[in-house]
């Protein structure tokens, strides 16, 4: 009797010859790039280093192709858009200590993103290990230890031979539901010695599928095929899981209105006669959803932005799928499944029954008037006249990546992204400097299509550095950065609290004369000629910058006092 796992594929002739002669002058840089290759991956992000020499001079035996950034951090940025936009995992090559650490905010954006990033870094020599005090260049106690609380899984090799297991496990993790960075270390020695290892050819990293019970799937079917007043609420579990066209299904034959998270923006189309859009920091909104009797969360741990400042209390039955399942019932009780949101959408689709509410449209329409009486109550033109031209000067379906910055907390809420999976920020983590790293990660992915990069001036001057990037690689992007002379949201939430902004205000460089100085055209613009240089920036090849003077503002938050 035979079993499946009793199967071995045998290998051919041919390559039983191939593995008992591997060609010379390869070192354990080549089994990373090997693997990689092995696993599908086309091209490598990363910032060489002593320590990490050995992986970098293999590069040139390889069929990958790397972009290189000039800050850790901002590789990393570039790393995590590239996973967004392709879905695939994407290598991030680093050095060891500064270099290593320096990634650590990138990272944690694209954990909170479940963006899939393969990051590799160099260690110090084998004999390091262990955490003595050798003194090693970059040496740490335990490398590792830095990166455990941020990463999904961490992958140490101390010999030649795991290298292709130990990357196929990585590659496993990032890629399994929920996406998310991984970190695999292995030491310079390792690196740089020669190896008389096989090449390596198709290294076995399927990702496992993340299936929900089929006994919550019915319950949550029931439910929801039942309801009087259900609605959706949609994260970025939806867009990262595919699972867009499945959710306006599922909408549709539920008469649900859906509102889409700041991170599950695209997730459900814009206009349609069930979209709430993305109004969240808004009280109307949040009223809407406490009033429905069954709520779907797909996708969203309802944290602290989608849950309007936790102002949000549910009063019906919420049903949530997730696939973090530390995210699973952290913040309200509910039905929950631990599963892959496309995976959950389908049972449900196959089991919910179909249910016709004629008042829904109605109710959506009355809620968005609110909501835009509320704005335009609030003396906002400007904010709005920007955001629109924006809107029309990027053309449908080109991505676009928004820093930390007022105009991007604007388009969380007001922007129409126009396609799926292609308006992304930092959000999750927030930090600073990710828009404009990120749309050179996005041009890298697909440089066929225009990319758009939003920052305010303290934004940009974390990636400033990155015009060398665009230029050597030529990548379409076009920055718009505001520049309103320091930072922006800061300043105006220290004036509401203490009556007046410190360490808010900057000295910044002319962004124009600067682009221009790394072979980058940039121009000044007005709010009112924004529309025309931006399209003209983004229709023209390579890479541009466009800086508009001004002072933005925010509209008023309704989470307050509650």
């Not at 500064?98 to 954006?109: F, K, V």
């Not at 940039?522 to 007005?526: E, S």
């Given at each position: 009797?035979?079993h ?11 390559q ?18 090997e ?7 086309t091209t ?5 280093g002593?320590h990490a020499?050995g992986?970098?001079?293999a590069?040139r035996?390889?069929?990958l ?9 901002n590789?990393?940025f ?14 991030l090559?680093?050095?060891?200590g ?12 694209a ?6 990033v393969?990051?590799?870094?160099s260690q ?5 290990l ?13 490398q ?8 999904k ?9 795991q ?9 496993k ?5 929920p996406h998310?960075?991984?970190?695999v270390?292995?030491p310079?020695d390792?690196?740089?010695?020669q190896t008389?290892?096989?090449?390596v ?8 599928d993340?299936?929900?019970?089929p006994e919550?799937?019915?319950v949550?079917?029931h ?5 009087s ?24 034959k539920?008469?649900a209105p859906v ?16 979209s ?9 909104t949040t009223?809407f ?6 709520l ?5 741990g ?10 949000f209390?549910?009063?019906g039955?919420?049903?949530q799928?997730?696939?973090?399942l530390?995210k699973?019932?952290s913040?309200h ?14 049972a ?5 029954e ?10 959506v329409r ?5 909501v835009?009486?509320r704005i335009a109550s ?6 709005q ?15 676009s ?8 907390y ?11 999976n ?15 790293p990120?749309a050179l990660?996005?041009?890298a ?23 060398a990037?665009?230029r050597?690689y030529d990548l379409?992007?076009?920055w ?12 105006e939430?220290m ?9 808010t ?8 004369a ?5 072979g980058?055209p ?5 709010p ?27 509209f008023?938050p ?5």
């Open positions: 009797m035979t499946d796992h009793d199967l071995v594929l045998r290998p051919t002739p041919a039983t010859e191939a593995a008992l002669n591997p060609p010379p002058g390869r070192n354990g840089g080549d089994l990373v790039v693997t990689l290759a092995g696993l599908g991956a490598v992000f990363g910032l060489p002593q020499l992986m970098f001079d590069l035996r390889s069929s192709r790397y972009v290189g950034l000039r800050v850790e951090n590789a990393g570039a790393a995590d858009a590239y996973g967004r936009i392709t879905g695939e995992a994407a290598p090559l680093l050095s060891t500064p270099g290593a650490l320096t990634s650590l905010a990138a990272l944690q954006e954990a909170a993103a479940s963006a899939p393969l990051a590799i870094s110090i020599p084998t004999a390091g262990g955490g003595g005090r050798h003194g090693y260049l970059h040496e740490l106690p335990d590792a230890a830095s990166f455990r609380g941020v990463v899984s961490v992958h140490t090799v101390r010999t030649q031979s290298i292709p297991s130990a990357i196929a496990a990585a590659w993790s990032a890629l399994t539901a998310g960075p991984v970190w270390e292995i310079q390792v690196l740089l010695a008389g290892l096989p090449v050819t198709a290294p076995d990293a399927t990702p496992e993340l299936v929900p019970r919550l799937t019915a949550a079917a439910l929801l095929s039942h309801a007043r259900p609605a959706i609420i949609a994260g970025g579990g939806v867009v990262r899981s595919d699972a867009a066209g499945k959710l306006l299904q599922l909408a549709e539920l008469d509102v889409t998270t700041f991170g599950g923006k695209g997730a459900f189309p814009w206009e349609h006669p069930l709430l859009q993305s109004w969240l920091e808004d009280r109307h009223d959803l406490e009033d429905a009797d069954v779907l969360v797909v996708g969203s309802l944290g602290e932005l989608s849950s309007n400042y936790y102002t209390e549910p009063r039955r919420v049903v799928i997730e696939a973090d530390g699973l019932e913040n009780p509910a039905l929950g499944i631990h599963a892959d949101a496309r995976l959950a959408l389908q449900l689709l196959e089991t919910v179909e249910r016709t509410d004629e008042a829904a449209p109605a109710r009355e809620l968005l008037s609110r835009g009486e609030q003396e906002l033109d400007l904010e006249q920007v955001l629109a031209a924006v809107r029309r000067a990027l053309p449908a379906g080109a991505p990546f928004w820093d930390m910055t007022i105009l991007a604007w388009a969380w809420s007001a922007f129409d992204p126009r396609g799926t292609v308006m992304h920020s930092a959000q999750g983590a927030g930090g600073l400097g990710y828009g404009f990120a990660g996005a041009a992915a697909d440089p066929t299509r225009p990319v758009l990069a939003v920052s305010g001036d303290g934004g940009a001057l974390y990636s400033i550095a990155e015009l990037t665009a050597q379409p992007v076009t718009l950065i505001v520049d309103d002379g320091g930072y922006g949201i800061l300043r939430y004036t509401d609290a203490f009556g007046q902004a410190t360490a205000e900057l000295t910044r460089p002319d962004y124009v600067l682009a221009e100085s790394f980058v940039g121009v000044r613009t007005t009112e000629t924004l529309e025309e240089d931006l399209a003209k920036a983004l229709s023209a090849p390579g890479p541009s910058v466009v800086v508009l003077p001004a002072v933005l503002r925010m008023a309704t989470h307050l006092g509650r």
